[in-house]
């Protein structure tokens, strides 16, 4: 049984992917995990697969002392992944980017082992420009992205299958919603969003005699606010069923998001993250504001949130727009790369 070593993390975004592809390969092949005690640990470790933890430095965009010991903390996470390694033995390595994806990367060089590793945003990070030379392919969520590599290859977004099979009389029963009014679900990231918690919750008033709202709003962001028509997550581990019962999404532009919500073919008013970022969800959703499939709302025009959500609702050019996109999960593109590499071994 060939053995896959996984790695990424530092964010939900560089996991989920992932298991998107893994729970896809886990009855046929071994499959392991690499990254630190973050986000990905958690993920991981709830989805059963067996984890091999390393600490590894984030170098911070802006000036900061602890940069300067960087050089240092990363040669270690370099020693601790070239020891995984050779004790663990990957016939493949495999990266969602991250700073934590590096070390792994490097190690798999080292050692002459296979890699290759996917970039989901339209402009590749950091971590992906420094270790593409050591992979066989970059493998990307945008066709645009590709052609930044030599060794890029278009193959979309892995996205997991439950995701894609909600379905709505079901999903509306669980969540205690009427089969007969629209749903808004509110979507702010794996953490949620204060800037879109608080511009809902400000304006349901105005919204709430329109939709039924499913609130996804992140730990510990849930408010004391008990109206009909409007349900608080503070984390919801079914996603099929929280897409299925929407009408319409409101979301941050994260890409594995977005690519989700175009595959079910979902109306959104994006407003993608603009402090705190790279910018690379703002590219994101202009990227598909521009091909008409979402959106886009800006932070600062939050006031104008329930004309956008009803305005997106209500577009019948939109919903055909969707309907007629080519956009779905890339898993199995990804499944294929990998098991090509695989017997190229």
């Keep these: 049984m060939k ?8 964010s939900a975004g560089h996991v989920v992917p992932n298991l998107a592809v893994m729970n896809a390969l886990k009855f046929s092949h071994r499959v392991t995990y690499m990254g630190t005690g973050g986000i990905e640990k958690t993920l991981v470790g709830d989805a059963g697969f067996e984890f091999f933890e ?46 934590v994806s590096y070390p792994a990367v490097w190690a798999a060089k080292k050692l002459k082992i296979p890699a290759l590793t996917h970039e989901s945003d ?9 270790i593409a030379k050591k992979c066989a ?15 890029g290859r278009y193959v979309g977004s892995p996205i997991r299958r439950e ?10 029963h ?7 009014r629209p749903v808004l679900l509110v979507l702010g990231g794996g953490s949620g969003s204060k800037a879109l918690n608080d511009a809902v919750r400000r304006n349901l008033g105005v919204l709430l005699p329109q939709m039924q709202i499913l609130h996804l709003c992140g730990r510990g962001n849930a408010a004391d606010e008990r109206r009909s028509g409007y349900l608080q997550r503070e984390y919801e581990r079914d996603m099929g069923a929280a897409y299925a019962a929407a009408d319409v999404v409101l979301s941050r532009a994260g890409s594995n998001t977005v690519f989700e919500i175009l ?7 994006l407003v993608p993250l603009a402090h705190a970022s790279r910018g690379d969800q703002i590219e994101n959703a202009r990227y598909f504001e521009r091909q008409g499939l979402v959106r ?11 004309d956008a959500v009803l305005s997106a609702l209500r577009d019948e050019a939109l919903r055909g727009r969707l309907k007629n996109c080519s956009i779905a999960s890339g898993t199995e593109n990804v499944i294929s790369v990998i098991k090509s590499l695989l017997r190229s071994e």
């Design 263 to 269: 595959a079910l073919k979902k109306p959104s008013v």
């Design 3 to 10: 053995h896959i070593l996984f790695t990424g993390g530092g």
């Design 296 to 306: 886009v709302l800006s932070e600062s025009a939050l006031d104008a949130l329930p």
């Design 163 to 172: 995701i894609l099979e909600g379905e709505r009389s079901r999903a509306r």
């Design 122 to 130: 339209l402009t590749p990070g950091l971590c992906t420009k420094l």
């Design 137 to 151: 392919y970059v493998l990307t969520s945008f066709p645009e992205t590709a052609e930044q590599f030599k060794n």
């Design 174 to 180: 669980k969540f205690g919603l009427s089969e007969n």
């Design 54 to 99: 390393i600490e590894c430095p984030k170098l911070r965009r802006s000036f900061s002392p602890e940069n300067l010991k960087i050089p240092f903390r990363l040669r270690r996470a370099e020693r601790t992944a070239l020891e995984i390694l050779r004790r663990e033995k990957p016939d493949l390595v495999v990266s969602k980017g991250g700073y």
